[in-house]
């Protein structure tokens, strides 16, 4: 069984240049696609990333994340990923209460050794190898690094 490609000329959102794509559907799709989505050529979409991966760059330096290291599109996706993840950790320490200000302040030292551990990874493939890391992930981690506190 082999499918069909079709190949139609698209207008670049950005800059209107014409480029032509393939794509894999029935004609009928293929038509709404081509009219209903917006297609950027190889340049803008190259341009939009590495301006989506600076904005990010710079969000993330002001809370002490240093800039990442890898290809421009590997930057782009792990300055994504690092801003979910972070937002995950955030979530999990705004969602927490404590018995009494002794384990509220453990907890805080945890989470920022924690962080600690996050700020020194530059690698952008570090981060897109931790892409799947879960709240639950997040709390195991707190929850170890805490007990280690306790037991020094």
Known sequence: MTEETYTYG??????RI???VQLFDSHEKNLFLVDKKDWYCDACKKEYFKKQAAELTNAHKDIGFPELEGTQKQISWAG?????????VDYLKKSLTFENDEKKELSEKAFDIFFKEWQVQTEATWWINQRRMTVRDISKRVEELSESIINE
């Open 10 to 15: 698209v207008k670049c959102r950005t800059c």
């Open 18 to 20: 014409t480029f032509r």
């Open 80 to 88: 994504k990923i690092r801003g979910e993840l972070i937002n995950k």
